[in-house]
């Protein structure tokens, strides 16, 4: 009896679950034959008042994303992490989730705009929203990645850049794009060892000694020409070390920092 008790909330549990996903199903397709059919007219004729005059053009093609966005769910689990994304009331979404087992689940279409990186900037884009693709790392934040998790995301990684030719140092964590709102992926993440497959961006680590620092070395400059908001200069240094020197995490430079800054300017002025 008691055991019968139990598989009756099992029961109740799975056939919940399953429902949360039909009705996510069933909204994802209503709203992308809306999204389908707004895209066959041209909006919207008039702009200011001033009427725009409408004559179809027959050659184009979807646009692209160009960023590719790295977070950590904060949850304890994918299926946590599904049912987030799967709910209208959360107003939250990636493109990918990808297990701690290394499981890849695709939750949009890579054209769609999800709700994953929010208010953001880098370099001189805002609203990475529009331009990137997010991909979810199930972790809560304390764990380390694992390696089957890191391996996937990899190979993830290798087959957007070359599907929508994504340039390669535009793979960026969503701290980097919202410094003093967002801190993940965590200090944990191998972003050093993403940089050795080619993602993302790194610097010299045998030059870290030799470097002297040019007295007219501007550290504020050279955080923003990387491509960090420093409308907040503690925020952008924070943001800058969770993803560069995580282990001497503060929101102040030190004379480390400065060389890396200075390397990291190298590295891009190659590009
Ligand atoms: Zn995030």
Same mark, same amino acid.
């Given at each position: 009896m008691r055991y019968f008790k139990y598989l009756v909330i099992l029961l109740a549990l799975v056939s919940c679950s399953k429902d949360i996903y039909r009705v996510s199903k069933t909204s994802y397709k209503k709203q992308a034959k809306v999204l389908g059919k707004s895209l066959k007219y041209i909006q919207p004729d008039t702009l200011n008042n001033k009427v725009i005059t409408v004559i179809e053009s027959q050659n184009f093609s979807l646009r692209k994303p160009n960023f590719i966005v790295i977070h950590h769910t904060?949850?304890? !689990?994918c299926e946590e992490t599904y049912r987030t994304f799967a709910l209208k009331q959360t107003q939250v979404s990636s493109h990918y989730v990808i297990c701690d087992d290394g499981t890849v689940t695709q939750m949009l279409n890579d054209m769609l705009r999800g709700w994953h990186a929010g208010n953001s900037s880098w370099r001189s884009v805002t609203d990475l929203n529009s331009v990137s693709i997010g991909i979810e790392l199930d972790n809560d934040g304390e764990e380390p990645f694992s390696y089957a998790q890191i391996n996937n995301l990899i190979w993830l990684l290798e087959n957007l850049t070359e599907k929508y030719n &994504?340039?390669?140092?535009? &793979?960026?964590g969503h701290a980097d794009v919202a410094p003093g709102r967002k801190t993940d992926p !965590?200090?944990?993440?191998?972003w050093k060892i993403l940089a050795e497959s080619g993602f993302g961006i790194w610097y010299d680590e045998t030059k870290l000694d030799s470097v002297k620092l040019d007295e007219n070395f501007n550290s504020t400059k050279a955080l923003s020409f990387i491509g960090y908001n420093i409308s907040n200069l503690e925020n952008a240094i924070y943001s800058f070390k969770l993803h560069f020197n995580p282990t001497e995490l503060s929101d102040t430079l030190t004379e480390k920092d400065k060389k890396i800054l200075y390397l990291l300017e190298e590295e891009l002025l190659k590009l």
């Amino acid at each position: 009896m008691r055991y019968f008790k139990y598989l009756v909330i099992l029961l109740a549990l799975v056939s919940c679950s399953k429902d949360i996903y039909r009705v996510s199903k069933t909204s994802y397709k209503k709203q992308a034959k809306v999204l389908g059919k707004s895209l066959k007219y041209i909006q919207p004729d008039t702009l200011n008042n001033k009427v725009i005059t409408v004559i179809e053009s027959q050659n184009f093609s979807l646009r692209k994303p160009n960023f590719i966005v790295i977070h950590h769910t904060d949850q304890d !689990s994918c299926e946590e992490t599904y049912r987030t994304f799967a709910l209208k009331q959360t107003q939250v979404s990636s493109h990918y989730v990808i297990c701690d087992d290394g499981t890849v689940t695709q939750m949009l279409n890579d054209m769609l705009r999800g709700w994953h990186a929010g208010n953001s900037s880098w370099r001189s884009v805002t609203d990475l929203n529009s331009v990137s693709i997010g991909i979810e790392l199930d972790n809560d934040g304390e764990e380390p990645f694992s390696y089957a998790q890191i391996n996937n995301l990899i190979w993830l990684l290798e087959n957007l850049t070359e599907k929508y030719n &994504i340039p390669k140092q535009n &793979i960026i964590g969503h701290a980097d794009v919202a410094p003093g709102r967002k801190t993940d992926p !965590s200090a944990l993440f191998p972003w050093k060892i993403l940089a050795e497959s080619g993602f993302g961006i790194w610097y010299d680590e045998t030059k870290l000694d030799s470097v002297k620092l040019d007295e007219n070395f501007n550290s504020t400059k050279a955080l923003s020409f990387i491509g960090y908001n420093i409308s907040n200069l503690e925020n952008a240094i924070y943001s800058f070390k969770l993803h560069f020197n995580p282990t001497e995490l503060s929101d102040t430079l030190t004379e480390k920092d400065k060389k890396i800054l200075y390397l990291l300017e190298e590295e891009l002025l190659k590009l």
